[in-house]
C-alpha cells in the first residue's frame, strides 16, 4: 500500500475552510450540540510524579496517535533506558526484546491491571499478548526496582505497568479500521454498556482481528484479541473490577542470522518459500501458535479512619507451541537414555528418514493474590501485605509428520498427535512438569518528618519454591528448589518548593535461574546438560538520586543511577534438540552506572516536545568460568548494553489536525561476553498525521490518520537474539584455548504505513 503524505497536508491548504472551522466549532460547544473531539492539550509523555524513585508514563493521550497495532514495548520505546528490539514493525511477532539500563525483559516485571504477565518458568513477557492499544489508559515504567507490592520476581530491571480504560459513563461504541503496508488488515470494535439499570455496574468489551504478511520472506502473521472489564464504584473510594483478556495467534518466525549470514545475506537471511523433500527451513514448520486468557480482579475497600483494603486475585491460562524444522530416522532413536530397539514409524520416511516439524509446547496455568492493608495515621502511612503465587508448566518436545508439501499434520504440537514409539509412548527430547509456588510478605512505613520532607523504609521477604517431574527414562527424576530472599528498601523525597523535588532510594532484587536449568538434557542416551538445583540466585542492589523539575510549560528530570550484581542471570537463547529455548548464563558479578533525563516542553497550546537520554557504563567484575578454565572478561562491558541512547518525540493537536513523531538512536551493543563481535549503532524514525473529523459529519468522534512506521528503512541488526562467551577463540587465564561461538541478532523491521479510520457511536 502507497500512502501520499502531503495529500493530507495538501487538503488543508486547499479546502482552508474546512479546516479554519476548527476553533469556531469549539467554541461554540455550549450553543451547539455539534463538538470537535480533539486533543488540543496533551500529555501523555512526562506526566507529573512525585515517587521517591525515576518513574515514566505514557497516557492515552500519546497512544492514540501511534501505530494501532503497536504494543507495550514499542510504546515506550521513547522513554529513557529503554531499547527494543522488533522483528516486525507492527509488533505481532512474538520474538522481540526490551531492556531497561541493560538490563533484559527477564528482568522486567510486567502487570496488567495489577496481575503480573511474566512467564513463571522463565520471567519474560509477550507484549504481543496483551491489551489492545486502544483499551490502554497508561502504561507506567519504572526504571529501577519493582515497587514493593508488585506481585513479581526477577525485576531488577524495572517494572511495566499497564493500565485499562474504565468502561465509559454512557452506552457507546468505537470501531476502528486499518489498512497498511504487507496487506494489514485491522478491525477493532468496542462496545460499553454504560451504566447497567441501577445497579452501579458498567462495562466494556472489545474484539480485534488483525492479519499482515510477514515483512520479509514468506508467511503471514495472524491474530485475534478480545478484552473487556466489568466496574463496580459504590461510597468514598470504593471500587471493584474483573478484566479479561484473552489472545489467540499465530506468528510465522524470524531467523536470527550471526554476523557473517547478515554479512552473506542481509535481509535475505529467510526461511524457505517453497518446500522440497528433505527441507527443514520450510517456512510452514516455523509457525508458532498459541492462545492465553489473563483475568484480573482488582479490590480497593475504603474502612474509613486512614484505613484501606486493596486486593487483586488474578489467573492465567496459555498454551502454545514453537516448532521448527528437523529430521528423524526410524532406527537408532532413543528416550533419555533408553534406547528404543524397536522402529518408530514415520510417514513419508525415505530410507529410514523422514523431515518432521519439532515441536516446543508449553502449557501453563498461574493463579495468585496480592493483598495489603494500608493505615494513615497522623505522620505515618503504614502498608501491610502478603502475596502467594502457584504455577505450573508442562513442557514438552515433541515431533509431528508433515505431508508431501511440507504442510504439518498438526500445527499446535498436541501429544494426542505426535509420533509416538512402537510400544505407544510419546517420542520426546524433552517431557517435563514443574510447579512453582511464590510466597512474599512485605511491610512499609512512609513518614512525613515534614510538610516537604518523607522517608519511606520497607521490607519485602520472598521464598520461591519449585518442584518438578522429568518424564523422560534416565538417572533424572524429580527435582526440587527452594531459595528465599530478604529485600529491604528505603527512600527519601523531598519537595525544594512547589516544583522542584529531590529523590533518593536503594533497592534490592533478587532472581533465581529459571526452570530450564533443572533438567538433565540428553542426546543419543547421554546427558549432554546437567541439571541442577545448586545454581547461585542474582541478588542485587541498587541506587538512584534524582531531580525533578514540574512547570506550567516545562517538565524536566534527571536521574543517576547505581548497580551492583552477585551472580549476575544474562538471558541468552539456546539450541535445545532443534527448539531454541530461553536459558541464562551466570555472568559473575556486575557493575553499572549511569544518567537518565528526560524533558518535556510545551511551546503552545496543543504542542508538546519530548526528549530522553541515558549514558550507561557496565563493568564485567569477573572472569567467566569456561570449563576448567577462565575467560578474561574482567573488565569488559556487559552485553546488550548500549553506552548511550537517546530519543526525541513530539505530538501536536489543534482540534482538528494532530500528529506525532519518535525518534531513537540507540548506540554500539556487544554480543559476547569477551566484547570481541558488536553491532553498530542505529536510529528509527515514525511519523503520524491526522485529521479530527468530528464536526463534518456528524458530532460524534471520527478520526483519520496515517502512521508511518520506520520511515527510513534502516537495514540494521537492532539487538542481541542470543550472546556468546566469546565469538573469537580466545586464549583462557589457565592456558587452554576456549573455542568461539556466534551470537545472533535480530534484524530491524522494515518500513510499514498503515492508515486507521476511526469513529465512535
Known sequence: MTVNFSYLCGAALAFPALFAAAPALADE??????????????????????????????????????????????????????????????????????????????????????????????????????????????????????????????????LLSLT??????????????????????????????????????????????????NWRGPGFDKRQHIDAKLLAEWGEGNRASLALSFNEAETSGYPAPTLADWRAYGRGFNYSTKYTEGDTGYWRLYRAPFRNLYASAPVHLNFGSGLTLDSTTYLQFGYGNAPYGTQLTTTGNYLG????????????????????????????????????????????????????????????????????????????????????????????????????????????????????????????????????????????????TDSFAALPRASVHYKLDERQQLFANVTTNFRTPNEFALYNSYYGGEVVQQGTSNLKNEYSVSEELGYRYIGPSLSFSLTAFHYHFRNRQVATVINSGGALVNSTVNGGSQTSYGLDAEIDYRPAKGVSIYASGEYLHTRQDDDLAIGGDYLPTKGKRAVSSPEFQFAVGSTYDDGRLFGSTALKYVGRQYSSFMNDESIKGYATLDLAIGVHLAGLIDAQRMDLRVNAINVTNPRVLSGVYSVSSNAQDTVGRGGTVISGSAPAYYIGGGRAVVATLSRAF
Not at 355 to 376: A, F
Open 337 to 480: 537414555t533408553e534406547e528404543l530397539t524397536q522402529p518408530v514409524e514415520l510417514p513419508g520416511a525415505v530410507d529410514g528418514l523422514a523431515t518432521v516439524m519439532g515441536n516446543w509446547t508449553g502449557k501453563q496455568m498461574r493463579t495468585g493474590n496480592v493483598s495489603k492493608l494500608t493505615l494513615e495515621a497522623g505522620a505515618h502511612t503504614i502498608t501491610a501485605g502478603l502475596w502467594f503465587d502457584y504455577g505450573t508448566d508442562r513442557v514438552q518436545q515433541t515431533y509431528t509428520s508433515i505431508g508431501a508439501e511440507g504442510q504439518p499434520f498438526d500445527k499446535w504440537g498436541y501429544p494426542s498427535k505426535a509420533i509416538r514409539t512402537a510400544d505407544g509412548r510419546l517420542l520426546a527430547y524433552e517431557n517435563a512438569r514443574t510447579v512453582t509456588v511464590t510466597k512474599g510478605f512485605f511491610v512499609a512505613d512512609s513518614v512525613t518528618v515534614t510538610p516537604r520532607l518523607t522517608l519511606d523504609v520497607g521490607f519485602k521477604g520472598v521464598d520461591l519454591l519449585r518442584n518438578g517431574r522429568n518424564h523422560l527414562p534416565g538417572p533424572q527424576d524429580k527435582v526440587h
Open 29 to 158: 460547544a455550549d450553543a451547539s450540540p455539534i463538538q470537535v473531539i480533539g486533543h488540543a492539550d496533551p500529555e501523555g509523555l512526562l506526566p507529573d510524579q512525585t515517587e521517591p524513585k525515576a518513574v515514566s508514563a505514557i497516557s492515552s493521550e500519546f497512544i492514540v496517535k501511534q501505530a494501532p497495532t503497536f504494543n507495550a514495548f514499542q510504546l515506550v520505546n521513547l522513554l529513557p533506558g529503554a531499547n527494543v528490539s522488533m522483528s516486525d514493525p507492527y509488533g505481532l511477532s512474538a520474538s522481540s526484546s526490551l531492556t531497561l539500563r541493560g538490563l533484559g525483559q527477564d528482568q522486567i516485571g510486567v502487570l496488567m491491571e495489577g496481575a503480573p504477565q511474566n512467564d513463571i518458568g522463565y520471567y519474560n513477557a509477550y507484549p504481543s499478548q496483551f491489551a489492545d492499544a486502544e483499551n490502554v489508559r497508561q502504561v507506567r515504567l519504572v526504571q529501577g526496582g519493582a515497587d514493593i507490592d508488585a506481585p513479581v520476581v526477577a525485576a531488577a530491571g524495572g
Open 164 to 213: 485499562l480504560d474504565d468502561p465509559k459513563e454512557r452506552m457507546g461504541g468505537l470501531v476502528n479500521l486499518s489498512v497498511g503496508s504487507f496487506d494489514e488488515r485491522r478491525v477493532f470494535a468496542r462496545f460499553d454498556t454504560g451504566e447497567i439499570g441501577n445497579t452501579g455496574l458498567k462495562a466494556f468489551v472489545s474484539y480485534s482481528n488483525n492479519r499482515a504478511d
